[in-house]
């Protein structure tokens, strides 16, 4: 019993990776629905369909935010935009982007919508009518997560 207890305690030796590798589909389809339930309840008529190349250009961002501490918003580590990552995953048309950091090992639908609900840019973006396609990804570490959301008009 206290030989288990003190494994537990010193992690039997394992190393717990820098980067949590949840599946964070869940969460990412609910980002979706949420801005879906948020179009309509603002008039909007269209549904909004995930593309896969905005989950691409999100992808991307998240991964730079999360691997770049000093990144807090659009522009990305080398100098990109929400559109240039739009354009180089194969995205035509115009592009938003929303990013949401929590000083956490987890983020919930409450922590995102609690972040860009109240900044009138980000309330702006998730409700206007015009974005019909977006691409949602997020990431873990151990002590910061990230939700990258790109929105997109296609043309």
Excluded: K
């Excluded at 115009?94 to 919930?108: D, P, Y």
């Amino acid at each position: 019993m206290r030989r288990a207890a003190a494994c537990v305690g010193l992690l039997c030796g394992w190393v717990l990776p820098a980067t949590a590798h949840a599946d964070n589909l869940r969460l990412n389809n609910s980002v979706v629905a949420n801005v879906y339930t948020l179009q309509h309840n603002a008039g909007c008529t269209n549904d909004v369909t995930v593309s896969p190349a905005l989950r691409l250009a999100a992808q991307w961002h998240t991964d730079d935010v999360l691997n770049n501490r000093s990144l807090d918003g659009e522009i990305g580590s080398d100098g990109s935009t929400p559109q240039a990552r739009a354009h180089a995953a194969g995205f035509r048309g115009r592009v938003f982007e929303t990013v949401a950091i929590q000083q956490s090992v987890a983020i919930n639908n409450l922590d995102i919508l609690n972040q860009w609900y109240y900044d009138p840019t980000a309330f702006a973006i998730m409700s206007n009518c015009a974005n019909t396609a977006i691409g949602v990804w997020s990431a873990n570490s151990l002590d910061r997560s990230v939700v990258v959301a790109v929105y997109g008009q296609p043309g």
